[in-house]
């Protein structure tokens, strides 16, 4: 794993001029973690974002549904099986893709 510390300085090509989408998600034990989006998709009229643990990048993402209200966006986990089983089956497709494996 690289120790790597991404700036506008650094020299490596990537963009750093994103803004970056902070999230603080209280998982099932109770425990806080700071969650950075890194992709969003839609299926079925329905926009999903994709979440990795800030201090953990290596870890597994998590989807969340992006449910709006008034004028504000916020995630919500998703529950049903159906809907789940159908957005990891889109989100595998595209990391297959991005990952040049498809």
Same mark, same amino acid.
């Given at each position: 794993?690289?120790?790597?510390? /991404? ?7 990537? +963009? /750093? ?5 902070? $999230?603080? =998600? ?12 890194? &992709?969003? $998709? ?5 926009? &999903?974002? =994709?979440?990795?643990?800030?201090? +953990? ?6 989807? $969340? ?8 966006? $916020?995630? =919500?986990?998703?529950? +049903? +099986?159906?809907?789940?089983?159908? =957005?990891?089956?889109? &989100? ?11």
């Amino acid at each position: 794993m690289s120790e790597h510390q /991404h700036d506008d300085n650094c020299g490596c090509g990537e +963009d /750093h001029e994103h803004e970056e989408h902070v $999230f603080v =998600v209280t998982d099932e034990e109770g425990t806080e973690r700071e969650m950075v989006m890194v &992709y969003t $998709f839609e299926s079925e009229e329905q926009a &999903y974002a =994709v979440l990795i643990d800030r201090n +953990d990048p290596e870890a597994d993402g998590v989807i $969340f549904r992006i449910e709006e209200e008034n004028d504000e966006a $916020f995630l =919500v986990g998703i529950e +049903d +099986d159906a809907e789940w089983d159908r =957005v990891t089956a889109i &989100y595998d497709e595209i990391a297959a893709r991005e990952n040049g494996q498809a």
